[in-house]
Nanobody, 126 residues
Framework: QVQLVESGGGVVQAGGSLRLSCAASGRTVSSYAMGWFRQAPGKEREFVAANNWSGGNTYYADSVKGRFTISRDNAKNTVYLQMNTLKSEDTALYYC???????????????????WGQGTQVTVSS
């Protein structure tokens, strides 16, 4: 199995940028599809971005398309989420997830992910 640890969250003003990192241990991330999800207080967890094992297939929620970029460095066993032009509605706890069954294609569904990190908080002040 794989262990995931997110980092890079913090407090940023609207319009600013953050880069989240998800460091994996136990197995290489090239074995998995990787995704980012988020959950705001009082709301359900929602999909943000995902890619397949090679990074060749990427998926984004409409709300972040054009502002967020998911990438991976399989050699460093790390996945990233670059977040630009942040908005107050981006405030949430961000989770990284790894999915074995969706390795080839990637997936936007949380049911496709087997392992989850503990999350990193992103707060965007307006």
């Amino acid at each position: 199995q794989v262990q995931l640890v997110e980092s890079g969250g913090g407090v940023v003003q609207a319009g600013g940028s953050l880069r989240l990192s998800c460091a994996a241990s136990g197995r290489t991330v090239s074995s998995y599809a990787m995704g980012w999800f988020r959950q705001a207080p009082g709301k359900e967890r929602e999909f943000v971005a995902a890619n397949n094992w090679s990074g060749g297939n990427t998926y984004y929620a409409d709300s972040v398309k054009g502002r967020f970029t998911i990438s991976r460095d399989n050699a460093k066993n790390t996945v990233y989420l670059q977040m630009n032009t942040l908005k107050s509605e981006d405030t949430a706890l961000y989770y990284c997830a790894a999915g074995l069954r969706a390795r080839s294609s990637g997936t936007t569904s949380p049911w496709g992910y087997d392992y989850w990190g503990q999350g990193t908080q992103v707060t965007v002040s307006s």
